[in-house]
C-alpha cells in the first residue's frame, strides 16, 4: 500500500509567486512612469497658459529656439503669396469637413514664413477673401507636426497637405529661396467666415493621472487576488497535514 506525500506549499507558490512578484514590477513601474508623466505634463501645461497670457510681441527675425517660444503670442507683418497657399490636415466645423488655410508670408529681410489662417471647407480647394499688400497677422507660434503611422499620404500636386511641415510644403509650392521658418504662425481671432482663425492654442491632453490610477489599480487587485489564492493553498496544505 503507498502512502500519497503532499507537495510543499512552498513549492507550489514559488512559481506564481515569481511571476505575480515581476508582474507586480511591471505594473507599478508603469503607474510610476505616468505618475512622472503627469507632473511634467502639469508643468508644461503650466509654462503654455503662461506664454498663452504674455500680451502679443514682435515675431523676432531669427528664432534660435522655436521649441521654447511655442503657443506663445506674436504679431509679424508681411505680404501673403495666395497663389501658394495649401491645406494641411482635417477637422470638423459645424457638421462640416475641412481642413487648415496655410499661405506663405513673405518678409522684407527675413525668411518666408508659414501663416496658418484657420479652417476652411474641403473639398474643393477653398476660394476665400484674399488680403492684398502688406498685412499683420497676430497667432500662435506652432512647431511642424510629426507623421504618425497612419497619417495619409501628402498629394503636393493638389496642394494637400496632412501634417504641418514648412520645408516639404514650401518644396511643393516652389516656394523662393530662403528656406522658410521651420515653424509657423496660427492665426487667432474671432471671425466666423472661412478661413476661422482658432480663438486660443490648443491645449495637449493630459490623460496620465487616469493611466496611473489604472497601472497602480491592477496593481492592487493583482496583489490582492494573489494574497487571496495563497492563503486559501495554505490553508488546505495545513488541513491535509497528517
Known amino acids: 500500500m503507498s502512502s500519497h506525500t503532499p ?26 512612469w505616468q505618475a512622472q508623466r503627469l507632473a511634467w505634463k502639469n508643468a508644461w501645461i503650466e509654462q503654455l497658459r503662461a506664454g498663452e497670457a504674455t500680451p502679443p510681441e514682435a515675431l523676432p527675425t531669427r528664432v534660435d529656439d ?10 509679424v507683418t508681411g505680404r501673403l503669396d495666395h497663389a501658394k497657399s495649401v491645406v494641411v490636415g482635417i477637422a470638423e466645423r459645424n457638421r462640416s469637413i475641412g481642413a487648415f488655410l496655410a499661405t506663405p508670408m513673405l518678409r522684407d ?25 502688406e498685412v499683420t497677422v497676430t497667432g500662435f507660434l506652432m512647431l ?7 497619417t495619409p499620404d501628402d498629394r503636393p500636386e493638389e496642394r494637400r497637405f496632412w501634417a504641418m511641415q514648412p520645408a516639404l510644403m514650401a518644396e511643393a ?19 466666423a467666415e472661412p478661413p476661422v482663425p482658432q480663438r486660443r492654442p490648443p491645449m495637449p491632453r493630459n490623460d496620465h493621472l487616469g493611466y496611473a490610477i489604472t497601472w497602480y489599480g491592477l496593481a492592487a487587485a493583482l496583489a490582492v487576488f494573489f494574497g ?4 486559501s493553498l495554505l490553508a488546505r496544505a495545513r488541513e491535509e497535514q497528517p
Open 228 to 231: 487571496f489564492w495563497a492563503r
Open 7 to 32: 507537495v510543499p506549499a512552498w513549492r507550489v507558490l514559488f512559481w506564481p509567486g515569481l511571476a505575480t512578484a515581476i508582474t507586480l514590477a511591471i505594473l507599478l513601474s508603469l503607474g510610476t
Open 173 to 191: 509650392v516652389g516656394l523662393p529661396a530662403p528656406a522658410p521658418a521651420p515653424f509657423a504662425i496660427a492665426a487667432l481671432g474671432t471671425a
Open 66 to 75: 522655436p521649441a521654447s517660444l511655442v503657443f506663445r503670442r506674436f504679431t
Open 144 to 150: 511642424p507636426e510629426r507623421r504618425g503611422w497612419f
Open 109 to 133: 529681410g527675413a525668411a518666408p514664413l508659414w501663416i496658418v489662417r484657420g479652417w476652411v471647407p474641403y473639398p474643393p480647394f477653398p476660394s476665400v477673401p484674399e488680403a492684398e499688400g
